[in-house]
């Protein structure tokens, strides 16, 4: 026998057991995103390797350390999309969707790190994002931020996530801070971690996101970015922060929150939950005004952020393991003898003609009839309907109640339709 092959490490199956989770989180993100006016735009998974060192940075993590990046036959460097953003904008721009405009775009698809796989975080992982251009005031920050909770509220998980907020400022407020930062780790320095004293060098700012408790005791009394702000950066985060209480969405103002992508300026956010240990955050982003124009567009503002699915699926099978779990089939039909064989097809067939969104499945491969209600029970399915000579002869169909404590009844053809449709409301 030859050797079996397995998926790569940090890239998944998604079995029919956990599919149905999957659709109904998909499901509930179009909705949402619908209601608000949010157009969806797709693009590659493959993209050049420049797009992500250009717009993420070249000393960051993910593309020092994570990207799938490899040579082609016309040895042009091309990578697996490690997020989605950059795509949205290198698409915006080649399509001339961005300059002079205003576009409320969503995504959804398969992004690729490698890292070290962890629970609710793989190599192969699924973000659903949304990014809006051409908007300079707080009104879209808060927009945004409102849609993703709109998205708790759905889910039903509202009360087990917090928004922390901050603002980074200008460019020019933030170059201005590093330099205070810097200075005062270093002053510092024989405290720090191997990672932080590598990011003093390259990346400053994300030595305020260190996850070492002894590098945030040394972070706890560093300069505050938001002290350091340009006046216009006070006024549009003070105006978002007065959009955000007249809404009634709460929220902390987190000092250290820096996101870890190069692009961010002004607004950034995150959603976090303590239900998922120390993968807490759930969504994140915030605004990127310089992005457009530093992947060869025309200056425009945006901004947007991302979920990654696995982490959010993750958290509702967590919170409630049994709630998003809806059986594969409806209706499940059979014949007791063989001259009832057609006639299944037929009943199901009509159903499936005049109730599309019944899910009915028909039954294959013979077997007495116990052996057919152990697949029918088996199935999930909350009805079976029965067919044999006696039902051809009178016209009608025998309904057996299979996750209800209720005597089998018979329904006369002719009625069966809006039989269906009173035992199924939901559909």
């Known amino acids: 026998m030859s050797k079996q092959i397995q998926a790569i490490r940090g890239m998944n199956d998604c079995l029919p057991v956990q599919s149905g989770l ?12 619908a209601s608000y006016g949010y157009q969806e735009i797709r693009t590659p998974i493959v993209e050049s390797t420049d797009l992500f060192k ?24 091309l990578t697996l999309r490690p997020e989605g953003t950059a795509s949205v904008v290198r698409a915006g721009n080649e399509h001339g969707l961005l300059y002079n405009q205003q576009q409320r775009l969503w995504y959804m698809g398969p992004m690729f790190r490698h890292e070290r796989p962890q629970k609710g975080r793989y190599r192969q992982f699924h973000q659903f994002g949304i990014e ?11 927009e945004v931020i409102l849609l ?37 780790l270093q002053s510092r320095q024989s405290e720090l971690d191997e990672d932080s004293l590598r990011r003093l060098d390259s990346n400053p700012l994300r030595v305020l996101d260190s996850k070492n408790p002894q590098v945030q005791a040394v972070v706890k009394d560093a300069p505050k970015l938001i002290d350091c702000l340009d006046a216009q950066s006070q006024q549009h985060f003070q105006a978002l922060c007065e959009r955000l209480d007249k809404l009634g969405i709460q929220y902390r103002v987190n000092s250290a929150l820096v ?15 303590e239900s998922l240990g120390a993968q807490g955050t759930v969504c994140a982003g915030g605004r990127y005004d310089g992005l457009v124009e530093q992947l060869g567009g025309k200056a ?54 005049q109730l599309p969104w019944v899910r009915t499945q028909t039954h294959c491969g013979g077997g007495n009839v116990k052996k057919q209600m152990k697949k029918a029970d088996a199935s999930g399915a909350k009805l079976a309907f029965l067919l044999g000579q006696s039902e051809l002869q009178g016209q009608y169909v025998t309904v057996k109640f299979l996750r209800e404590q209720q005597e089998q009844i018979t329904v006369a053809n002719q009625d069966l339709v809006t039989f269906v449709q009173t035992q199924l409301p939901g559909n």
Do not use: C
């Not at 958290?315 to 001259?339: G, S």
């Open 22 to 33: 999957w659709q109904y989180v998909e499901g509930v993100i179009r909705q949402v995103v």
């Open 54 to 77: 250009r717009s993420i940075g070249e000393v960051t993590d993910i593309v020092e350390k994570e990207m799938y990046t490899f040579n082609d036959r016309n040895n042009d460097s």
């Open 132 to 142: 809006a251009f051409g908007f300079a005031g707080p009104d879209i920050d808060a």
């Open 148 to 184: 993703s909770s709109r998205l708790w509220q759905r889910f039903g998980i509202q009360q087990h996530v917090s928004l922390e907020i901050n603002s980074l400022g200008s460019n020019e407020a933030r170059s201005a801070y590093k330099e205070q930062l810097v200075a005062y």
């Open 259 to 273: 996101r870890g992508l190069d692009y961010y300026n002004r607004t950034v956010f995150e959603w976090v939950t």
């Open 300 to 353: 425009t503002q945006g901004v947007g952020f991302a979920i990654g699915l696995e982490r959010l699926v993750l958290l509702l099978q967590t919170l409630a393991p049994d709630t998003y779990v809806a059986p594969a089939v409806d209706i499940y039909v059979t014949a007791v003898d063989d001259e009832a064989q057609d006639a299944i097809w037929q009943v199901a067939e009509q159903l499936r003609e």
